[in-house]
């Protein structure tokens, strides 16, 4: 079957957290990781949350009433210099768990504040 549309690619991830959250999911995304926050549309501004741009793609930290932090769904993030923000991350008091499992990538997994896994990778 031939289709009509294309694919473009993922224009961002969402992660939830609990209500109240802006000021910590900022402190992490935005101070600790140095993502850019991207301001939300006026219309969805008052469900709370922060958006952060993450390369070509975005970062939606989405507020949930009866939140639960993702354990095994999960963002991957492409980063250069793996390395560097493994020591950051250490510096700041951040655990992480490497993972060695695909050839010829580096990459390691952490949590967000609110408990949802994250994995950062480089392919070396």
């Known amino acids: 079957m031939k289709h009509t549309f294309e694919w473009k690619g993922i224009d961002h991830v969402q992660l939830a957290a609990p209500p109240g959250c802006e000021v910590e999911a900022r402190r992490f995304f935005g101070e600790l990781l140095g993502m850019t926050e991207v301001p939300k549309p006026e219309k969805l501004q008052v469900r709370g949350g922060a958006w952060f741009q993450c390369g070509p793609q975005m970062i939606h930290v989405g507020v949930e009433n009866s939140f ?24 700041h008091g951040v655990a992480y768990r490497i993972d060695d499992e695909i050839p010829g990538v580096i990459r390691f997994f952490a949590e967000d504040p609110f408990g949802n896994r994250l994995e950062f990778m480089e392919v070396k």
């Open 68 to 91: 639960q932090p993702a354990k095994k769904a999960h963002p991957a993030f492409l980063v250069h210099h793996i390395e560097r923000l493994m020591e950051h991350l250490q510096e």
